[in-house]
T-cell receptor, first 114, second 116 residues
Framework: AQKVTQAQTEISVVEKEDVTLDCVYETRDTTYYLFWYKQPPSGELVFLIRRNSFDEQNEISGRYSWNFQKSTSSFNFTITASQVVDSAVYFC???????????FGQGTTLQVKP | ETGVTQTPRHLVMGMTNKKSLKCEQHLGHNAMYWYKQSAKKPLELMFV???????ENNSVPSRFSPECPNSSHLFLHLHTLQPEDSALYLC???????????????FGPGTRLLVL
């Protein structure tokens, strides 16, 4: 079975704090793809990153960074020096190379207070 | 220009009404999707279209009827809905036909539907 777990339902931080959003996945596929999306109050899911299962390199994009560890089946997302505009719901998702289905976690609501 | 657009953004309808949701993608993609997002539930995949053919229907009630007249447009026709169908309906598109590869899905802003 394929599953994505985002154990943190809600996180609240003060602006400029660093925050890490956890994502743990389950799959039996050897090839799969992991994603993070941001959903601001407007509703649109904004694509942030895609990572292939065979590429465990961490990635940094501005204040965003992602830590992919196959050994622990985790794909965590860190925002450095958070800003109020980062307030949103963040979704981690898994796409199987076999089924092509995109499986979403429950999402983590991040509130960044000024 | 936004890659995936959806209209209307908000919709209130009675249980006996018939309405349609529209999605248009401007990305040259070949696959389109409908998702349902209810409060406190993960996103649920409803339908997948690949090159205008329906390739997946995830046990969605027949009161939801999709239509894909071409690779750029996707509709969701609604009739005799129930209050529990109230949700955010999201459309997405991806480059290749669904399945087998990790193409990124790009989402529209959604239609927030309220069924009274």
């Amino acid at each position: 079975a394929q599953k994505v777990t985002q154990a943190q339902t809600e996180i609240s931080v003060v602006e400029k704090e660093d925050v890490t959003l956890d994502c743990v996945y389950e799959t039996r596929d050897t090839t799969y793809y992991l994603f993070w999306y941001k959903q601001p109050p407007s509703g649109e899911l904004v694509f942030l990153i895609r990572r292939n299962s065979f590429d465990e390199q961490n990635e940094i994009s501005g204040r965003y960074s992602w830590n992919f560890q196959k050994s622990t089946s985790s794909f965590n997302f860190t925002i450095t020096a958070s800003q109020v505009v980062d307030s949103a719901v963040y979704f981690c998702a898994l796409r199987s190379s076999n089924t092509g289905k995109l499986i979403f976690g429950q999402g983590t609501t991040l509130q960044v207070k000024p | 220009e936004t890659g995936v657009t959806q209209t209307p953004r908000h919709l209130v309808m009675g249980m006996t009404n018939k309405k349609s949701l529209k999605c248009e993608q401007h990305l040259g993609h070949n696959a389109m999707y409908w998702y349902k997002q209810s409060a406190k539930k993960p996103l649920e995949l409803m339908f997948v279209y690949s090159l205008e053919e329906r390739v997946e229907n995830n046990s969605v009630p027949s009161r939801f009827s999709p239509e894909c007249p071409n690779s750029s447009h996707l509709f969701l026709h609604l009739h005799t809905l129930q209050p529990e169908d109230s949700a955010l309906y999201l459309c997405a598109s991806s480059q290749s036909p669904a399945g087998g590869r990790g193409e990124t899905q790009y989402f529209g802003p959604g239609t927030r539907l309220l069924v009274l």
